[in-house]
């Protein structure tokens, strides 16, 4: 993840540095429970170049309730709540960000 651009991008959007903060640790925790149960680390940049995120987002489909998420259990993100859906627009403002400036 382009952590210093993607934070400065926010940061000319006006974005508060604390919703820049959560954006960003959230990316991390992505980043970090995904590689976890895949068993080899996975960055957001070469999900987007592979597919487009697409992968990622297919995990979020009905609020982490598919078989693609099912594969990954056991897997340390709130399935089914509020905060799983934060996490997935975090994504989505990275993959704007990649998209305005890459």
């Known amino acids: 993840m382009k952590e210093i651009e993607f934070r400065n991008w926010l940061q ?3 974005c508060k540095t604390k919703v820049i903060s959560d954006h960003i640790s959230r990316l991390h925790r992505l980043e970090r ?3 976890y149960s895949l068993n080899h680390p996975i960055d957001i ?3 987007y170049e592979k597919d487009r995120c697409s992968y990622l987002f297919s995990i979020f489909y009905n609020s982490g309730r598919n078989p693609i998420a099912d594969q990954l259990k056991p897997i340390n993100l709130p399935l089914g709540s509020y905060s799983f859906n934060t996490i997935r627009y975090s994504l989505r403002k990275y993959i704007e960000f990649i ?3 890459y």
Do not use: P
């Open 12 to 14: 000319k959007t006006n």
């Open 33 to 35: 429970e995904i590689g």
């Open 45 to 47: 940049d070469t999900e």
């Open 99 to 101: 998209e305005h400036n």
